[in-house]
């Protein structure tokens, strides 16, 4: 059977010229990075060859680069490192609603150690409420992260906007670039940030590595203590393999940038409105044009994400109901929550999130699938046809 892979906000597979640059470092040269004789020498220089290409892709100095095992420790060393280190000046940290798990879930842990976090709410495309963040910012203030674009609808968010609010209060600014990195262009003094989370395996590179830009000055505090690797902000033998394998995706992923985010972005648009022509009763969720290239979230009303998904699976064809870190539970997504949808229209949404490799014709091959499952889930269903959204 035809398979069709249109879940890559999830995961991407690997390159094979990423699994080509990678292959050396396992066996031929598999030094550690601390070591002072040639084997190590050459590990050394491995690294920081990749830390050079990292940092140019986002405008940054190699030194502000810290390799860690991917966007979730890489959020978790931003908002713990600062929080923790910066204490003594205030308790207070400012996110938004829409974030990465990654995200929430630190915040709510340090909400247990005593720090206090405001949620910024979105509105209803998912662009944060600036006049709720500016109201939010008090003098305890001691960090502001929301994402560049949301891993679900793909909205993209004012993050240089945000960084001259937070400038003006001497507040660090933090944020999770995960899905945006390697499709759109990010620049972090474009932006404004301080810190930057990136992750290499939704950049078609390896999985468990990833990486925090932390702008020269930004007093973080580590989270792993032991050796002085990088720099004492992440102890721990250095994934020589696995950082050569992100860099050389980051390396490939600035070549083909304007290309592939011009050809995903003609697929998305054909998708939607194809999908709209065809299906009654379906809306997009997420910022019509502020949104990610390779992004569409869609809900169909009076029936079942999760149902549809699992019969587009048995067409070969493999999307998500909402962001792969929560769709395993049957909560409606927060982030849908979070723009006003009500739970009925989150149940009946789906992300299809394109590849560079995705093609016309599989994009067709989606929507004639998306046709007939949709017709045949709504006619089993007892509310289809009986009523309407308007
Ligand atoms: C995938 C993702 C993460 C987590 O990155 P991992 O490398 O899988 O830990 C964090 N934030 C966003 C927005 C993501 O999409």
Redesign the pocket.
Known sequence: MKQIYMDH???TPVDPLVVDAMLPYFTETFGNASSLHSFGQEATSALEQSRQQVAASIGAKPEEIIFT???????NLAIKGIAYRNSGKGKHIITSTIE?P??LNTCAYLEKEGFDVTYVPADSDGIIDMDELKKAIRDDTILISV?H???EIGTIQPISDISKLAKEKSIYLHT?A??SFGKIAVNVDELGVDML?M????IYGP??V?ALYVRKGTLLQALAHGGSHERSMRAGTENISGIVGFAKAVALADERLVDDAKHMTQLRDSLIEKVMDSIDDVELSGHPTNRLPNNVNLRFSFIEGESMLLFLDMKGIAISTG???SSKSLEPSHVLTAIGLRPEDSHGSLRITLGKDNTQEEVDYVVDALVEVVGRLRAMSPIAGKMSLK
């Open positions: 906000g999830a995961t095992s991917g966007g979730t420790e890489s959020d990465h990654a995200i994402m674009a949301n891993n999770d995960v899905q989370s992750s290499s395996h939704k999985k468990g990833g962001s792969a870190c």
